[in-house]
């Protein structure tokens, strides 16, 4: 429902929709979300105490609940029981999700249908995507409970990194507003200024500094890719603000170069937030900024060692009852961590998260490249402004990059020697694209890597 009025209230209200969202906004969490949220709050108040053996204890209660559920509700999951010998009563724990299969993409298009329960309520539920950056985007449905639980989360990593009730944040990311020229609005009910990144020139990026000059937030959220363009402004024309508390990052990977250098001109730690679309694994760093904490109040998640070396990341949320993702394949890969986190919260730790295996690169003599090692060939040109990186095929790369004014052939030589040396594959062909701007996707985010190539296809 909510989904159908995000797309109808626009072109009814016309140039009214923003002003509409900034009332909205004024509404609070506990009437916009209802009673799911206020649940959420105060579970999550409680967990905090909790010891790890109590959090598995109250994910398995959870995970038989939604078992029973789908087995008697979602024809997909009844089916894949009744083809394996299963009843609900064999999944009593979390080592027993082994004996399901996971759940793919694919298998979300081609039975999307069948993965609604039969007793779903349109209305308690928005409709969701992912952006398919390499291919068609995947479409969803998400519980209200769920996105309330999502909701407390992100207030809860505020809490854990001293938010205090009236603390003003300053939102960074590639959204557009109705007037695609409108740099920024602000929202006076959450305290937020929420800037548009969908058209980034040096006239909008002074703007964009002037502004959060006067509006010195205590937090800066941002997508990385948007917080790299903005700090390498601001070092190139030796621009400053009042440092923030903390500057959160989220939806794309971050890379050290933009935390490195995002630090060094904001001089706040850059915190990073873990999480996708389909909500089934939830993880961010505290205070610490080392590890990622998995929210395990919020879903249930497996490391499943993945053929590029780091593990998958499977999930299974615990909250959604109307589309039921069970054993997810998310695409996405980290490193384990098998010591806690010194801040002394018992959540289980992921030491780093690596990307999307559709973000590694495949050379011709089959060895597998991290986006990182490419990242580390471009970031400190400082002629280019932003780049990506395309693999059409196993012989061929593909590099985008666009210039703050001009790309020097001494910069483009220096670059192709470094990803051919970060490669170390003779046999790659090298096509560099200067390019006035990159695409973005559907969610406004830009993939530094982008590869066509199936994995499993090659190693």
Not at 122 to 146: K, M, R
Not at 314 to 323: E, N, P
Not at 350 to 355: A, D
Request: proline share 6%.
């Amino acid at each position: 429902m909510r989904a159908f009025l995000k797309t109808f209230l626009p072109k009814v209200l016309g140039p009214l929709w923003d002003p509409a969202k900034i009332l909205y906004d004024m509404v609070p969490l506990p009437v916009r979300y209802g009673r799911a949220y206020s649940e959420a709050v105060s579970l999550l108040e409680a967990t905090e105490r909790w010891n790890l053996e109590k959090l598995v204890g109250y994910q398995e209660n959870m995970l038989r609940r939604l078992v029973r559920h789908c087995y008697a509700n979602v024809p997909y999951y009844r089916k894949v029981f009744l083809d394996a010998g299963l009843t609900p009563d064999d999944i009593g724990a979390i080592r027993d999700l082994e004996k399901l299969p996971f759940l793919t993409k694919a298998i979300v298009r081609k039975h999307k249908k069948d993965l609604l329960a039969t007793n779903f309520s349109y209305f308690s539920a928005q409709a969701d995507s992912t952006s398919g950056s390499t291919g068609a985007p995947l479409d969803f449905f998400v519980d209200n409970p769920t996105k309330a639980m999502e909701v407390a989360l992100a207030f809860r990593h505020l809490k854990w990194l001293d938010y205090r009730d009236g603390d003003r944040i300053a939102e960074i990311k590639e959204d557009c507003f109705v007037d695609p020229n409108r740099l920024y609005w602000y929202f006076p009910g959450s305290r937020h200024l929420k800037f548009s990144f969908f058209r980034v020139d040096d006239s909008r990026l002074e703007q964009t500094a002037l502004a959060l000059e006067r509006f010195k937030p205590m937090f800066i959220k941002a997508f990385p890719s948007s917080l790299f363009i903005l700090s390498r402004w601001m070092e190139r024309h030796n621009k400053r603000i009042q440092a923030p508390k903390y500057i959160i990052t989220s939806s794309e990977t971050l890379y050290r170069s933009t935390k490195d250098l995002a630090e060094r001109i904001f001089k706040a730690p850059v915190i990073d937030w873990y999480g996708q679309n389909e909500k089934v694994a939830t993880a961010f760093q505290c205070k610490i900024g080392r590890g990622y904490h998995i929210q395990m109040e919020q879903a249930i998640v497996e490391l499943i060692p993945s053929k590029t070396g780091p593990f998958e990341i499977v999930g299974t949320s615990l909250r959604a009852f109307g589309m039921p993702f069970i054993r997810y394949r998310t695409g996405d890969t980290g490193v384990k961590e098998d010591q806690p986190c010194p801040c002394g919260r018992v959540h289980p730790v992921i030491s780093e998260l690596m990307g999307r295996e559709g973000e590694f690169i495949i050379t011709p003599e089959k060895q597998i490249v991290t986006p990182t090692a490419m990242d580390y060939a471009i970031y400190h040109l400082e002629e280019i402004k932003e780049s990506q990186i395309i693999q059409e095929d196993i012989n061929t790369l593909r590099i985008r990059v666009v210039p703050w004014e001009i790309v020097s052939e001494s910069t483009k030589e220096r670059l192709l020697h470094e990803i051919r040396g970060y490669l170390g594959s003779p046999e790659m062909n090298l096509v560099l694209e200067e390019v006035e701007e990159i695409p973005r996707t559907s969610r406004h985010k830009k993939p530094f890597v982008i590869s066509y190539l199936n994995v499993e296809d090659y190693i």
